[in-house]
C-alpha cells in the first residue's frame, strides 16, 4: 500500500481535523463507558448509556 502525496486532500481534511479535536478534547467512548463503571450500575448502565448516545 502506498501513502498518499505529501499534501494531498481528499476534501475530509477539515471533517478529519474536526473529530481528531473533539475527541483529544472531550474523550473516546472507552472513558465514558470506564465513568459509567466507576459510577456504579454495572454493564447493563454501561450498555444503556451507550443506547442512549447512540438513539438520541
Known amino acids: 500500500?502506498?501513502?498518499p502525496r505529501?499534501?494531498?486532500?481528499?476534501?475530509?481534511?477539515?471533517?478529519?481535523?474536526a473529530s481528531l479535536d473533539r475527541l483529544l478534547s472531550r474523550g473516546g467512548g472507552a472513558g465514558r463507558q470506564r465513568g459509567t463503571l466507576a459510577r456504579?450500575?454495572?454493564?447493563?448502565?454501561?450498555?444503556?448509556?451507550?443506547?442512549?448516545?447512540?438513539?438520541s
Open 40 to 55: 456504579g450500575g454495572g454493564l447493563r448502565a454501561v450498555v444503556a448509556d451507550a443506547v442512549e448516545r447512540t438513539v
Open 6 to 17: 505529501r499534501g494531498a486532500d481528499a476534501g475530509d481534511l477539515a471533517l478529519v481535523r
Open 1 to 3: 500500500m502506498t501513502s
